[in-house]
């Protein structure tokens, strides 16, 4: 079963392609990783995948659904109950603690697949649940972001530049843990990035340039190769 398939994707901002026509599928467990170079279409395509934005035309199937279409209420409601999000800038509320940020999606109505200190030992962060977001470090934030996303043990997490404000040991412990969410829960996992580091943590590598995928290969998964991908994705 693919848990994402996008299928001649088109979004234009104006007279802006950002994406040109995509199609991909992306079968159900798998991680992949979407690079390319500044503006080639990347978030564009996370958000429409997503379902956080809409194609100006195309379809997109995602969980099960064709949400080409779907009304915005059960758009919402399926992207809180079948999947998760890691953003760059953690998009936490800081004010809360740990634990009440972790529990966001059930406050929101998603049932949850696991408690708030399951996920959060699953993360590594089982002693900070009642601690402030706004005291704990960005790799720590990134983390407790990650810990929301997988609470609803969600079909698809989508991430967007999980690693980008991260030091390289700390983002590859978050990408350690998304790995471990693909191999352990059978989570889907679509990861954009710059780095081709953290491109080597997936088992999938989509490049585009100009809204268009250039290239859609195996990754083997070692830092070498994926500095030889760094050339091509310039
Ligand atoms: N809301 C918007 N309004 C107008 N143009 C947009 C909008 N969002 C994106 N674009 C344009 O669409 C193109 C693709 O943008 P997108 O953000 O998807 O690229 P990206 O590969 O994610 O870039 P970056 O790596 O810099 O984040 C760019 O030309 C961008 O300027």
């Not at 802006?16 to 395509?45: E, Q, R, Y």
């Not at 998760?84 to 929101?108: C, D, H, I």
Request: aromatic content about 2%; glycine content about 10%; overall charge positive.
């Amino acid at each position: 079963m693919n848990a994402l398939e996008l299928e001649q994707v088109v979004r234009r901002y104006g007279r802006v392609t950002a994406l040109a026509g995509v199609c991909l599928s992306i079968p159900a467990g798998a991680f992949v990783a979407v690079m390319g170079a500044t503006g080639s279409g990347k978030s564009t395509l996370l958000q429409c995948a997503a379902g956080l934005d809409r194609p100006t035309s195309g379809r997109v199937h995602l969980a099960g659904h064709d949400i080409t279409h779907l009304p915005e209420r059960r758009l919402t409601r399926l992207r809180r109950d079948r999947v998760g999000f890691v953003f760059q800038s953690y998009n936490l509320l800081s004010e809360l603690t740990v634990r009440q940020n972790v529990l966001l999606p059930v406050r929101l109505g998603a049932s949850r697949r696991r408690s708030a200190e399951n996920a959060l030992d699953a993360v590594g962060l089982g002693d900070l649940g009642r601690r402030k977001v706004g005291e704990l470090s960005g790799g720590q934030r990134q983390r407790v972001a990650l810990a929301r996303a997988l609470i609803t043990g969600p079909t698809v997490v989508f991430a967007d530049e999980p690693t980008g404000a991260l030091d390289p040991t700390t983002g590859g412990q978050v990408l350690g843990l998304l790995r471990e969410a693909c191999d352990r829960d059978g989570t889907t996992v679509v990861i954009v990035t710059h780095d081709p580091i953290a491109a080597a943590w997936s088992d999938r590598l989509v490049l585009l340039r100009s809204g268009s995928i250039v290239a859609d290969v195996p990754t083997p998964g070692t830092p070498e190769i994926a500095e030889r991908l760094r050339a091509v994705a310039a």
